[in-house]
């Protein structure tokens, strides 16, 4: 039986892809390097801040202009991070009637903790997360459990009362990882062949359908 939720946010939870999508071009037009289409931001996504600046910089570039895009990146990223962005249509209506069902909720992201822990906070107002988790020092990147078993302690519930649910083979890893149920959303960053090949249990193609999964 399911008594715990860990979400993803990026593509699952949150629609992020603009506002990133925007600020890495920012960043591209400043050091005069071409832009990137939002298909391939979308692809970047997920692995964390240093593995997007790795996929979207040209790969010939020095480790030192490298790190110059990176941290211009950011400090555009910082500026913007929230105004395109928004909470995927139902998804709060969902995450509020869980919480009105007692399922305890969690938030576990590759982004930065600071943009995950307020990105949560303007979207969905009122609930009651047990861990919002973003990308912490010292604590390695999904698909490590690391974080999530650390949730499900926090949870007091043991792996297989919690389903991690996200968009991506990284998330659907991290779940496997973690010896939680598996959910894939179909509305995210990624297809449906990613996340079985993730390791999937369930696909889902609205949010309105984790009820269900209770």
């Known amino acids: 039986m399911i008594k715990g939720m860990i979400f993803d946010l ?5 629609y992020t ?7 890495f071009n920012v960043a591209l037009k400043e050091f005069g390097f071409p832009e990137r289409s939002k298909e391939d931001v979308r692809m970047g996504v997920g692995q964390g801040f240093r593995m997007l600046v790795n996929n979207l910089v ?18 555009v990223y910082a500026q913007n991070y929230w105004k395109k962005t928004a909470a995927y249509d139902g998804m709060y209506e969902t995450i509020k009637e869980l919480q009105s069902k007692g399922i305890k909720l969690a938030v576990n992201s590759n982004k930065s ?3 995950t822990k ?14 919002v988790y973003g990308s912490r020092e010292g604590v ?11 949730i499900a302690k ?6 297989e009362e919690i389903a991690y649910v996200g968009d991506s083979d990284i998330d659907m890893k991290t779940g496997k990882n973690a010896g939680m149920k598996t959910v894939g959303c179909l509305w995210g960053y990624r297809d449906s062949d990613n996340l079985l ?4 249990d369930e696909l889902i193609e609205r949010p309105e359908q984790l009820l269900d999964i209770i």
């Open 10 to 14: 990026d593509g699952t939870t949150i």
């Open 17 to 23: 892809l603009d506002d990133i999508a925007d600020s």
């Open 58 to 75: 040209p790969k010939d570039v020095n480790d030192e202009l490298r790190e110059k895009v990176a941290n211009f990146y950011k400090q």
């Open 113 to 115: 903790d600071e943009f």
């Open 118 to 131: 307020d990105l949560i906070a303007r979207n969905f107002p009122g609930i009651e997360f047990v861990a």
């Open 140 to 150: 390695p990147h999904k698909p490590d459990p690391q974080a999530a078993n650390e």
């Open 154 to 159: 926090l949870m007091e519930l043991i792996p």
């Open 197 to 200: 090949n993730g390791g999937a």
